[in-house]
């Protein structure tokens, strides 16, 4: 059996700051439920450039299938990652300032043509989907996946089923 560090990660989670962690836990916290391998590092754009297009440069080659980039403010890492390679990019914008992440989603989301990254919900509700969203596209090619994929939208499903508002409303 390998032990965490003997298996290549097909996801990475990337944060500008330690301090998004109590964000982008959400979307770690999605891949350790589907068992797919991943990473969760600190790189920021504009303290360790050098770090971030190392990164970038030797993602495909590393395996990494998908890059998940979480920043807050003037949230660059998610787009200089993408113009650095092919990896798909999913960034999520992060409430880290006095604009409450209007700021980082707009760094995220305009895009110049030609140099995409998917962009996701301000905070941990898009870290969230950033990951479930990478979990449908890796259960394409994967049908173990797929089938928990499937089962835990039938659990959320049941879930609201299971909703009553019987003690809530008046009589
Ligand atoms: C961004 O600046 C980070 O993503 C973080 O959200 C924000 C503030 O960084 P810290 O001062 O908390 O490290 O680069």
Redesign the pocket.
């Known amino acids: 059996m390998k032990t965490k560090s003997q298996i290549k990660p097909v996801v990475a989670v990337l944060?500008?700051?330690r301090?998004?962690y109590a964000v982008m836990r959400a979307a770690v916290d999605i891949l350790h439920e589907f068992g797919v391998s991943y990473e969760a590092r600190v790189v920021?754009a504009?303290r360790t450039p050098d770090q971030m297009f190392t990164f970038a440069e030797s993602a495909a080659s590393r395996g990494l299938r998908i890059i998940i980039a979480g920043?807050?403010?003037a949230?660059h890492v998610a787009g200089m990652l993408a113009a650095k390679t092919t990896v798909p990019v999913f960034g999520v914008p992060?409430a880290?300032t006095a604009l409450q992440g209007l700021d980082s989603l707009f760094s995220i989301v305009q895009m110049p043509k030609g140099v995409p990254v998917a962009t996701f919900a301000i905070g941990a509700a898009g870290a969230a989907n950033a990951a479930i969203f990478a979990v449908q596209i890796l259960a394409a090619t994967d049908s173990e996946l797929q089938a928990k994929l499937l089962a835990w939208r039938a659990a959320r499903r049941d879930e609201v089923l299971a909703q009553s508002l019987d003690d809530e409303v008046p009589a």
């Open positions: 944060m500008g700051s301090n998004d920021s504009h920043a807050g403010g949230a992060i880290a």
